[in-house]
């Protein structure tokens, strides 16, 4: 049983059945610099305390704050690069919070783990992963607290996928 369009992105990443409930993924570190919150707002999130250091002392987070949307951004990334599913993150959905504001010069990493697998009723290569994250600063703050659902693929379909794909690119070069 092959899934339509799958595409391994990541070979050496974890497939569904490389994962349990509790394991724990640990991020790299990003640093977040003042002009990367000013040039983010400016482009996507253009309010006054994301904008100018000036006028987000009278604001109600009293200093520079990242846009919940750049935190948001940068902790995909990281948890992109903590959990490497074979597959891609494709979400089926997020609940986020933004307990604290991201700051000039935090250096931000990504905790994540596995809460729940769930198995597909109506698609047996495939399933349903939930995994709560939180965004930490250099300091132990959380800047972001998140709880995603995933699908993930089994091995097999994914090793048939890439099978298939690769039969289909040599027939493509053989009729070029």
Not at 51 to 70: I, P, Q
């Amino acid at each position: 049983m092959t899934s339509p369009g799958l595409h391994v992105a990541n070979p050496d990443g974890f497939w569904l059945d490389d994962l349990a409930v509790g394991m724990r993924f640990h991020s790299p570190v990003v640093l977040l610099r003042e002009e990367d919150i000013i040039a983010f707002a400016e482009q996507f999130d253009p309010q006054t305390f994301h904008l100018s250091v000036t006028a987000a002392r009278d604001s109600f987070f009293a200093g520079l704050a990242a846009s919940g949307w750049h935190t948001a951004a940068l902790s995909m990334k990281l948890l992109a690069q903590a959990l490497p599913l074979a597959t891609g993150i494709i979400g089926k959905g997020v609940e986020i919070e933004w307990p604290s504001p991201t700051r000039p010069n935090d250096e931000l990493g990504v905790v994540a783990r596995i809460d729940t697998i769930t198995p597909s009723k109506s698609r047996p290569g495939r399933g349903s992963i939930t995994v709560g994250y939180q965004t930490l600063n250099q300091n132990g703050d959380i800047r972001q607290r998140a709880r995603i659902t995933l699908i993930g693929w089994r091995r097999d379909v994914g090793a048939q996928a890439a099978v298939i794909g690769s039969r289909l690119a040599v027939q493509w070069l053989c009729d070029s």
